[in-house]
């Protein structure tokens, strides 16, 4: 069964029986899923598919149903793993599982069942912790970053992979999605064609400029030029692997390796995050910060990020201005 379903052979025959009752419903089933696939970005149905699969495995060793399964039963599961997952993964596994039930013709599956969200309800009392955001890398983290990026392959790939990913607000999968054939050049900066992100699932294809860089070791434009010349990328990935004996592998970066690339050149630069986690959106949320700072309107920043919710890209701002727009200025301390 494709990403994202459930797979009737890996549950009890009686369960798999109530599933498939008849030829046409599982043809129909089978064409929704071939549409579900291609609505989804591949790294949510690798989410979907791993969520799934671990809550028909505990069903199974718990000897219950997980197709259709009975609010207890989703109930139990998230109490069972209240305290090793967060209270985040444990609303995603919900939603995977609502999202089984949906595809698979079930529709008197509700999330909101009192057995469910009261025990979501009781974790988030018991367990609840704010959710850890990404530290924000503005301009004079930039810098300090790419100092630490020597003239190897590898120093000139990070120094392109920070510069390109701040000055064109990436997100981690637009970073590592990046291809030659996205890229055009001129005398004025780059343009890059992004086929498809975050905000636009339906693969329009969006346009990001960034101009040539005022100072020749924080141009985004110079720095990518160089990488590609060094390493010979006239096609595809642009962000590829380099070898512990400093050649270039042909296959493309992945998220995991942008974030050891971030966190190694942040401990390289002495940068900790003042408490805050390092990683590839931070990028994209110094970006938010310092463009609010030098005074840029909210749709200009909007424009460029590609947000498309306001209040979303206003927590960035919000933290920006968080002492500057202080109401303790006025009591005169």
Known sequence: MPDGLPDASTLPMSVAAEVTPAEHAQAALDRAVRYAETADAPNTLRAYRSDWQAFVAWCRDAGLAPLPAAPETVGAYLAAHADTHAAATLRRRLVTIARAHKQAGIAVFWAGHPAIRNVLRGIAREHGTAQRRAAALTTPEIRRLIAGCG???AGLRDRALILLGYAAALRRSEIVGVDREHLVFDAQGVRLTIPRSKGDQAGKGEEVGVPRGKRRETCPQRALEAWLQASDTRYGPVFRWVTRWGTVE?????????????????????????????SPHSLRAGFVTEAYRAGLR????????????????????????????????????
């Open 151 to 153: 003239d190897d392959l």
């Open 250 to 278: 042909p296959r493309r970066l992945s998220a995991g390796g942008v974030l050891l690339i971030l966190r190694r050149r942040a401990e390289q630069a002495g940068i900790d995050g003042a408490g805050e986690r390092i």
């Open 298 to 333: 909210d749709e200009q920043i909007m424009q460029h990020t590609r947000h498309r919710d306001l209040a979303s890209m206003r927590r960035y701002v919000r933290r920006a201005r968080l002492l500057e727009d202080s109401a303790a200025h006025h009591l005169g301390l």
